[in-house]
């Protein structure tokens, strides 16, 4: 399988284009799409509560909730063909994830802004394996200290990209609004908490 180092330093990040086929990603879309139980949250920045400018679903192995700007989600159990890609994602990265958030992006106006996913219950230095599907989206990473440092990368569907390493202490992502008229787009985002 292809795989392209994005070479940013002090970071591990490998993105593979091709981590299901054309025809598998179709496939997994669908079943996903209807069958995630997806829902509209509030989250709250800088003591104002908005909207979240996607939907978000999350699963977990175990009870353990995930938390992010005030937001505390409860998991739900995975369900079979979640609980497949988890093995398939896992089997190929050699790491056994005990959760996954989901993210549904319906159009070019959802976005997720510059963030990193450095919350406490992640570890030190997290492993996260981001499946994309639907819609291919733009995704940004900047240096926290010097935001004049950046690269895009063209998320498509059936790909993988993996974070692991110190990227999350030296490095934000995004995934930007867009004006262009765009699909929906699932991102399957696999954690351990």
Known sequence: MREIDLGLPNSTILYYPAFY??????????????????????????????????LTAFYASNKKSYSYSSLKMEPLPFFD???RVKKDIEKFTQTNFTSCLANL?????DSNGWHADDEK??????TIAS?????????????????????????????LLLMKGETQHYWQHEIPKTK??????????????
């Open 21 to 54: 086929s054309e025809e598998k990603s179709i496939q997994l879309y669908r079943i996903l799409h209807k069958k995630i139980d997806w829902r509209h949250d509030q989250i709250k920045i800088f003591g104002k509560l908005y909207w979240q400018p996607r």
């Open 81 to 83: 063909e979640l609980k």
């Open 105 to 109: 992006y319906r159009d070019g106006n």
């Open 121 to 126: 219950e992640l570890g030190k230095n997290p």
């Open 131 to 159: 499946l994309s599907l639907g819609q291919a989206r733009f995704f940004k990473f900047r240096n926290r200290k010097d935001h004049q440092l950046k690269k895009k990368i063209l998320l498509e569907p059936g790909s």
């Open 180 to 193: 262009k008229v765009v699909d929906e787009r699932i991102n399957l985002t696999f954690r351990i908490l």
